[in-house]
């Protein structure tokens, strides 16, 4: 019987490849892990799935569950963890889970830690680390009682090989007629792109108010990631003058990223940006103040004009 | 329409590297009030109710909301580290109490980052929740509100039924400035406080937090001094290009 349920995140039915790494940490916990996937039309997902170690892929799969309503969703992940007497529950974090998982914790009596960057033994205890104010600390908690309610940074984790002997598919049985029914779906700002996910680009760059406007962030900030096939990110100021988007934010409040390539343009590098980009391998910094903080963390500095040596470094990049 | 909106004391987020950090309402709770206090000007709620839990030094962040115009301050008196299902379980039970249409939240304290009190507190009480809200619209007589959702992918809408938690993003509004003179008359104003015991709560949190820690710090790297040569670092030592 499975012990740890752990929720694999869709988005418009497609698997969000980062929700594999909550795994990793299923792993290091020891007991038997069910994946949970939720949503309508999912045969083919399933099957991708049917490889990473766990017991079965417990599928709930309904037109009631085409989006992913939170008071819905919790409902049906809390009935799976009773049906399966699972005392754990993990998902990679992402607006989906943070959404979603406390509501479920609530409804299972459970205490929750956000964002485990970590498995650690304490005094021969599990504890969990976990990063606070901004990443400036981290934090060791303990968990009591019976169950326990995880948010994973995926981060933090690898992703798990897919080299196991293949589980079976479960079906999810439950009456929609208990769904709760007091939230209407109404619509999703559709944006295509060509450009990979932020959150699982291997290259981002990221843009500071410092492009001043709209055309200078798409010619600069889009045509380096175009250059080098990566994702745009923003930074809060960024994205409150309207430079970018909400969801290209990084930082604290926004996403958090881990590429092996991050390329900030005319960022200062408050502590709430810093938050989302310091576990990236190498991180270059371009801007004109030698003063600013996103020096300090930066792998390789440049202190000049963006708008004199961003065009240059495209050229240099498309040469060769 | 009655709302109930929380707030929470927080060392200020934007004090400088070394500077004694003051204390604050959590930023992300003053954009909560602030969306209450409008809902209020444009006629739709009749009262603000503000609730925070803690010792009384987080009087001073109360007289703050007062300053700001909640109609009501409450402090719930409890000095202990409670952890998010703790808060939650409080919340809950003065929720029961005092019956409001909309609770109003910040998403997350920024303190904590723990994102969870909202969406625990819907759960306990079984009602919808839209959370990381970046707009409010009430619909159909005030039986419901449509909100905008700032999620990894944009922003999603959706509708909820009332009552409902509501957690606020960062663009939802930009809260007001508190007057020197409205920071003085708040201080005139009553603030009640309550007890666990009086709302006939019993928790214990389940959260302990052992040690804390600095995290790691990132090597210091170098300064390059032209695109050449950040070309051939990039290229020859970080092999990423």
Known sequence: MAKTVVLIELDRGQLKRPSLNAITLARQLGSDYALLILGHSLNEVASSLVSYGASTVLVADNPALAEPLADRYAWVIAEAMRKLSATTLLASSSTFSKDILPRVAALVDAPMVTDVLALEQENGETAFRRPVNAGSMLATVRLSGERRVLTVRATAFPTPAADAAPCPIEPFEFDPASLPNDTEFISREERASDRPDLGEARVVIGGGRALRDKESFDRLVGGLADSLGGAIGATRAAVDTGLAPNDYQIGQTGKVIAPDLYIALGISGAIQHLAGIKDSRIIVAINKDPDAPIFQVATYGLVADLHQVVPQLIGAIKAG | ?241
């Not at chain 2, 007289?63 to 998010?84: E, N």
């Not at chain 2, 625990?120 to 009430?138: C, N, R, Y």
């Open chain 2, 1 to 241: 329409m009655k709302i109930l909106v929380t707030f929470k004391s927080v060392p200020d987020p934007y004090a400088g590297a070394g500077a004694a950090a003051k204390s604050v309402i959590n930023p992300f709770d003053e954009i909560a009030i602030e969306e209450a206090l409008r809902m209020r000007e444009r006629g739709e709620a009749t009262e603000v109710v503000g609730v925070t839990i803690g010792p009384a030094q987080v009087d001073e962040q109360i007289r703050s909301a007062l300053a700001m115009g909640i109609d009501r301050a409450l402090r719930i008196d409890d000095s202990r580290a409670l952890d998010p299902y703790a808060l939650a379980r409080i919340l809950y039970s003065l929720v029961t109490k005092e019956a409001p249409q909309v609770v109003l939240m910040g998403k997350q304290a920024v303190d904590d980052d723990s994102n969870q009190v909202g969406q625990m507190l819907a759960g306990l009480l079984g009602w919808p929740q839209a959370t990381f809200v970046s707009k409010i619209e009430f619909l159909d007589d005030k039986k419901r509100a449509r909100c905008g959702r700032e999620t990894d992918s944009g922003i999603e809408v959706i509708a909820v039924k009332l009552p409902a938690v509501i957690t606020a993003d960062l663009r939802l509004n930009e809260p007001r400035y508190v007057s020197l003179p409205g920071l003085m008359k708040a201080r005139k104003k009553p603030i009640e406080t309550l007890t666990c015991e009086q709302l006939g709560v019993k928790v214990e949190p389940l959260t302990t937090i052992l040690s804390i820690s600095s995290p790691p710090r990132r090597p210091s790297g170098v300064r390059v001094t032209s695109v050449e040569e950040l070309i051939a670092k990039l290229k020859e030592e970080a092999k990423v290009l």
